[in-house]
């Protein structure tokens, strides 16, 4: 995990202070727990990725 | 009569000022007054603008006098969170980076307020850059819930809350991208107001994730909320994502009963709450029978990925709109701050784009879900509001992150851009506790009425802070 962050944080161009890398870790991991959910739900071609939600959603 | 005008609500003294029984300039005096005895204990406001309201009240009084009264709002003391671009002024969004930022124009929604006659009290505490749910800001010190002032009054617009209901100003204005408006009214014991996505302009405020910020009012009761909706609601022409739909009377919406009405219950979010939150959710189900609401058990399964798709569009967007300054100036961030935007360069593109996926089909089962009812009624957070610095809640024996569970129940509002309101429903060891409903879209009158009605049966029994007899009950 140590390894991805750090690596990633390179790509992107940013520095990650020593002191920071413990929480960052805990709260990657805390979202890699929150997509197991994601991971068991099945996502189709209908189920559009809105970027954006335009007037309230098109709901109306 | 002075010091009682400061907790009064917009209601209430509108009709006052317009029919000259009460100068506005009375009104702005008595609410500086408060600013100046109670603001060092609260840190609710950043800057105080004394003078500039002082003058805005005595020409508010000036026209009220010639027979000017431009509405609801004139002469009315209002604090803003400081993330509203008002020209001129200093707006920090609560960091050191922009500790020096001067806009060149007013957010809409600051032109409307000025327009409406508002007498501009000063810019209120947020959590940096709006980037989290305490209010617990490293640059200019927490702001303090007027309840305790050792627990957090919840963020991000902290400041607003802590102000409206200390009576530091009349109403506010806060932004809401996972509940920043409706966390610190459910903490702090007041109305807040999460409009449609679409419903009011944010041209002008400072973004932290353009697909989930919305613009609402915090105030003391629905009524000013609806008040407030009216004013600033409407399409604008530098905010593309407004909508052109006609925007009702919520005023006069508030005049109706709700029986016959159907009130939705999810399971979802009745999951790991406090028990006297607990205790006053299910307390207000039974109210709302006995109003003539029927309650009803409704099912939206894509609630589970809600805080997933939540964290993931946050985090992205907040980091691509920071990430110059997360390159080039990190230690100039708060450590919660820099972290949150540092973990938004980490998921993948894939992650994002599945977090819109996910927000898509949840839209469509809120849509299912409102064929059958008018309101969806949550708690509005599943503890009190907890104590600054606090990290880690035991809720149902599970050791779960405060930040987090600040945003769980109400991000959903977010992630779909329905309307929800949150409103309280009473004390729980002498806290504040909120309860919200999610409406559907552009339909904030039936929220705001439903709340409306709830209030009129006094939950919290006329209780207001007293910061352990600092301020008094009156």
Same mark, same amino acid.
């Given at each position: 995990?140590?390894?991805?962050?750090?690596?990633?944080?390179?790509?992107?161009?940013?520095?990650?202070?020593?002191?920071?890398? !413990?929480?960052? !870790?805990?709260?990657?991991?805390?979202?890699?727990?929150?997509?197991?959910?994601? !991971?068991?739900?099945?996502?189709?071609?209908?189920?559009?990725?809105?970027?954006?939600?335009?007037?309230?959603?098109?709901?109306? | 009569?002075?010091?009682?005008?400061?907790?009064?609500?917009?209601?209430?003294?509108?009709?006052?000022?317009?029919?000259?029984?009460?100068?506005?300039?009375?009104?702005?005096?008595?609410?500086?007054?408060?600013?100046?005895?109670?603001?060092?204990?609260?840190?609710?406001?950043?800057?105080?603008?004394?003078?500039?309201?002082?003058?805005?009240?005595?020409?508010?009084?000036?026209?009220?006098?010639?027979?000017?009264?431009?509405?609801?709002?004139?002469?009315?003391?209002?604090?803003l969170k400081?993330i509203f671009y008002?020209?001129?002024?200093?707006?920090?969004?609560?960091?050191?980076?922009?500790?020096?930022?001067?806009?060149?124009?007013?957010a809409t929604v600051i032109d409307k307020l000025?327009?409406?006659?508002?007498?501009?009290?000063?810019?209120?505490?947020m959590?940096?850059?709006a980037?989290?749910?305490?209010?617990?800001?490293?640059?200019?010190?927490?702001?303090?819930?007027?309840?305790?002032?050792?627990?957090?009054?919840?963020?991000s617009s902290?400041?607003s809350?802590?102000?409206?209901?200390?009576?530091?100003?009349?109403?506010s204005l806060g932004t809401d991208t996972?509940?920043s408006v409706r966390?610190?009214?459910?903490?702090?014991?007041?109305?807040g107001l999460k409009p449609t996505h679409g419903r009011v302009s944010k041209y002008g405020v400072f973004p932290l994730?353009w697909?989930l910020d919305h613009v609402g009012p915090m105030?003391?009761?629905?009524?000013?909320a609806?008040?407030l909706l009216?004013y600033i609601a409407g399409?604008d022409?530098?905010d593309?994502t407004t909508?052109?739909?006609?925007?009702?009377?919520?005023?006069?919406?508030?005049?109706?009963?709700?029986?016959?009405?159907?009130?939705?219950?999810?399971?979802?979010?009745?999951?790991?709450?406090?028990?006297?939150?607990?205790?006053?959710?299910?307390?207000?189900?039974?109210?709302?029978?006995?109003?003539?609401?029927?309650?009803?058990?409704?099912?939206?399964?894509?609630?589970?990925?809600?805080?997933?798709?939540?964290?993931?569009?946050?985090?992205?967007?907040?980091?691509?709109?920071?990430?110059?300054?997360?390159?080039?100036?990190?230690?100039?961030?708060?450590?919660?701050?820099?972290?949150?935007?540092?973990?938004?360069?980490?998921?993948?593109?894939?992650?994002?784009?599945?977090?819109?996926?996910?927000?898509?089909?949840?839209?469509?089962?809120?849509?299912?879900?409102?064929?059958?009812?008018?309101?969806?009624?949550?708690?509005?957070?599943?503890?009190?509001?907890?104590?600054?610095?606090?990290?880690?809640?035991?809720?149902?024996?599970?050791?779960?992150?405060?930040?987090?569970?600040?945003?769980?129940?109400?991000?959903?509002?977010n992630?779909?851009g329905?309307p929800?309101?949150?409103?309280?429903?009473?004390?729980?060891?002498?806290?504040?506790?909120?309860?919200?409903?999610?409406?559907?879209?552009?339909?904030e009158?039936?929220?705001?009425?439903?709340?409306?009605?709830?209030?009129?049966?006094?939950?919290?029994?006329?209780?207001?802070?007293?910061?352990?007899?600092?301020?008094?009950?009156?």
């Amino acid at each position: 995990m140590k390894e991805f962050i750090y690596q990633t944080s390179l790509r992107m161009g940013f520095t990650i202070q020593e002191e920071d890398f !413990e929480m960052l !870790e805990k709260r990657l991991e805390a979202i890699k727990k929150l997509r197991n959910s994601v !991971e068991d739900t099945t996502l189709g071609e209908n189920d559009m990725a809105l970027v954006n939600i335009p007037n309230g959603g098109d709901f109306a | 009569m002075t010091k009682e005008l400061v907790y009064k609500s917009v209601g209430e003294l509108a009709p006052l000022l317009e029919a000259k029984q009460l100068s506005p300039v009375e009104v702005t005096e008595a609410v500086i007054s408060q600013i100046e005895q109670y603001n060092d204990l609260l840190n609710a406001y950043l800057r105080i603008d004394a003078e500039e309201a002082r003058l805005a009240a005595k020409m508010a009084e000036t026209e009220i006098m010639r027979g000017e009264y431009r509405g609801k709002l004139h002469g009315i003391p209002v604090g803003l969170k400081d993330i509203f671009y008002i020209k001129d002024k200093v707006v920090t969004m609560g960091s050191k980076i922009h500790q020096n930022f001067t806009p060149a124009y007013h957010a809409t929604v600051i032109d409307k307020l000025v327009n409406a006659g508002m007498v501009y009290t000063g810019s209120l505490n947020m959590h940096e850059y709006a980037w989290g749910g305490t209010n617990d800001n490293p640059h200019f010190g927490p702001c303090r819930n007027p309840w305790d002032p050792e627990k957090i009054p919840g963020g991000s617009s902290g400041g607003s809350a802590a102000a409206v209901i200390a009576g530091l100003c009349i109403a506010s204005l806060g932004t809401d991208t996972g509940g920043s408006v409706r966390i610190p009214a459910a903490a702090c014991g007041m109305v807040g107001l999460k409009p449609t996505h679409g419903r009011v302009s944010k041209y002008g405020v400072f973004p932290l994730a353009w697909s989930l910020d919305h613009v609402g009012p915090m105030t003391k009761t629905a009524e000013d909320a609806a008040i407030l909706l009216e004013y600033i609601a409407g399409y604008d022409a530098n905010d593309p994502t407004t909508s052109q739909q006609p925007i009702p009377s919520y005023s006069d919406a508030l005049a109706k009963d709700i029986k016959g009405m159907v009130i939705g219950v999810e399971e979802e979010f009745l999951k790991d709450l406090q028990p006297g939150v607990e205790q006053l959710f299910h307390k207000a189900l039974k109210t709302l029978k006995s109003l003539g609401a029927e309650i009803k058990p409704i099912q939206i399964p894509s609630l589970q990925n809600a805080h997933y798709a939540e964290m993931i569009t946050v985090l992205a967007e907040a980091s691509a709109i920071h990430h110059h300054n997360i390159k080039t100036r990190p230690e100039d961030f708060g450590k919660d701050v820099r972290i949150s935007l540092q973990l938004g360069e980490l998921p993948s593109a894939v992650e994002y784009v599945q977090a819109q996926q996910i927000r898509h089909r949840m839209k469509k089962e809120f849509q299912e879900a409102f064929k059958s009812v008018d309101a969806i009624i949550a708690p509005t957070l599943p503890f009190t509001a907890p104590t600054i610095g606090q990290e880690i809640s035991l809720l149902n024996n599970k050791e779960l992150r405060v930040a987090d569970e600040l945003i769980r129940l109400q991000s959903p509002a977010n992630l779909t851009g329905l309307p929800s309101i949150s409103v309280p429903c009473g004390l729980s060891d002498g806290m504040p506790v909120g309860i919200q409903f999610y409406g559907n879209a552009f339909n904030e009158q039936i929220i705001l009425n439903i709340a409306h009605v709830f209030e009129s049966t006094n939950p919290m029994q006329n209780k207001k802070p007293q910061l352990a007899g600092v301020i008094e009950n009156v």
